[in-house]
């Protein structure tokens, strides 16, 4: 970096981050259920994609290392910028172009996620209403029960007031709540394998192979959207009160293997109960009026109520800084100028909600797009990780043959997201249109 001697800030530095109170266990929950989100859902049609269990665990495990590794660099790369956002962090050391690229992937991104999640939750709250109200006629059904009430109100309740603390800190009560929620689904899907319930009781299915080794690297959007908690990790990293890069390192690793796990059975029982059959929502596979599947349902939509929040924050965080950018251009009043007060906070967080539940509610079905979704994050968990290495090893005094390794890898990681980018959304494209 210009102006900046070699090793002047190093692993053993600190972001600039005010008053960090986060204890590693918080972390471990934010970090946790930042990826424990609706891609929970996907992964047994994921494991069907990839042609069986062996393809799917091959392609998962290979997925984990840059995982871990995105987690860490990033990391790493906080500690050496001093920036406690990562779109601060990628444009502090990459340079103001990728800087921007970085914001607008950011934007796109999180909103995507957030109207996702919106149509996730309104999904289940349509599928409780109808246990609820079994004999209604879909034409009769209370005014109450339409999907556009139940969610504005949800929204307008319980996730907006979620959504405005100022600090990603506060999200790790609500984390804890939000990751039990998801286990409850993984561990219902793994009893129900193993009952069989009356519902459930079906020929044997065949055994599933890769129609072509295509196939195998399809499933690698749906992995990148489920394990998605890079976006997040700056934040997390700078909230910390212990931010050495080893500690942070195991609160990666703890996370991600944890994380890893809950997704690994989900898809394993879900693909072995249902193989061909199994829906790309795995909750649509089961009988609709199975009280056990109800609870999972409305468990479920907690789990993603409580990683909304965290989502808005980050988004919130570059609108922030647009913010302040426009307000160091033009003359504002004091107040306006800081976009972490509580006006500016709660104009940008209510645009936020706004904008995407108007986009859940009267947007078509979003299923077919979270095969973009997964490619632009791979950006967050490859691509900018992998320039963030490459741009600062120089800064470290290091071994030149550790040197060359880790600029290796930083290559190799740009590489592979730039792959699975290209792949995904031309695929996504093609099905869309």
């Given at each position: ?9 190093g692993l053993?530095?600190k972001?600039?981050?005010a008053?960090?109170r ?8 934010i ?7 609706a891609?929970l859902l996907n992964?047994?049609w994921?494991?069907y ?11 998962e ?8 590794s ?6 790493y790369a ?7 956002t ?5 444009g502090?050391?990459?340079?103001p172009?990728?800087g921007k690229?970085?914001e607008?992937?950011?934007?796109v991104?999180l909103l ?6 919106l149509?996730v939750i309104?999904?289940?709250?349509e599928?409780l ?5 079994p004999?209604?006629?879909p034409a ?7 999907q ?9 309740l319980v ?6 603390p ?15 929620a ?5 561990l219902?899907?793994?009893?129900q394998?193993?009952l069989?319930?009356?519902?459930l009781?079906?020929?044997?299915r065949p ?7 295509t ?5 690698f959007p ?9 976006e997040?990790?700056v ?5 910390m009160?212990?931010?050495?890069l080893?500690h ?14 809950v ?11 249902f193989?061909?059959?199994?829906s790309?929502?795995?909750?649509m ?11 999972a349902?409305?468990?479920f939509?907690?789990?993603?109520v409580?990683v909304?929040p965290?989502?808005?924050f ?15 251009q033009?003359?504002?009043p004091?107040?306006l100028?800081d976009?972490?007060?509580?006006g500016v ?5 209510v645009?936020w ?17 979270i ?7 791979s950006?967050?968990i ?8 490459i741009?600062t090893i ?7 043959q550790?040197k ?13 997201g730039?792959?699975?980018f ?6 996504a494209m093609l099905?869309?249109?």
């Open positions: 970096m210009e102006g900046q001697a070699p090793g002047a800030r053993s530095g972001p600039a981050a008053n960090p986060l204890s590693s266990l918080g972390a471990v929950f970090l946790l259920k930042s990826a424990l989100g891609g992964f047994p994921a494991f994609k990839a042609g069986g269990l062996a393809p799917a665990f091959l392609v495990l290979v997925s984990l290392v840059f995982l871990i995105g987690l860490v660099i990033l990391g906080a500690s050496i910028s001093s920036q406690v990562y779109q601060g962090v990628v502090e050391l990459c340079g172009a990728i690229l970085c607008a992937c950011f934007i991104n995507m996620i957030s109207v996702a999640f149509r309104g999904d289940q709250l599928k209403c109808d246990f609820l109200l004999s209604t006629l009769l059904q209370p005014w109450y029960t339409d556009r009430f139940t969610l504005t109100l949800l929204s307008m996730i907006l007031p979620l959504s405005t100022r600090e990603i800190g506060f999200q790790k009560y609500t984390s804890i709540l939000g990751t039990l998801a286990c409850y689904l993984a219902v899907i793994v009893v394998y193993y069989r319930p009356q519902g009781i079906r020929e044997p055994a599933v192979s890769p129609s072509s080794w196939s195998v690297f399809s499933v749906t992995i990148c959207f489920g394990f998605q908690c890079h997040a990790a934040s997390i990293y700078c909230s009160r212990n931010q050495s080893s942070w390192a195991l609160v990666s690793v703890l996370s991600l293997l944890v994380c890893c796990l997704y690994s059975l989900t898809g394993v029982y879900g693909f072995l109960t193989r061909t059959e199994v790309a929502d795995i909750l596979s089961y009988p609709g009026n199975d009280g056990v599947i109800i609870v349902r409305v468990l939509a907690v789990s993603i409580t909304y965290i989502v808005l980050l988004g919130r965080s570059v609108l922030q800084d647009f913010w302040r950018r426009s307000c160091c033009v003359c504002r004091r107040a100028a976009p972490s007060g509580l906070r709660m104009l940008l967080t645009l909600v706004t904008v995407t539940l108007a986009l859940a509610l009267f947007l078509p079905d979003l299923s077919e797009i095969g973009i979704i997964g490619g632009i994050s950006f967050f490859f691509i900018f990780p992998g320039l963030c290495l741009c120089g800064t470290e005094p290091i071994g030149s550790l060359c390794c880790l600029e290796v890898w930083g290559v190799v990681s740009v590489l592979v730039t792959f699975i290209g792949q995904s959304t031309v695929a099905e869309l249109f």
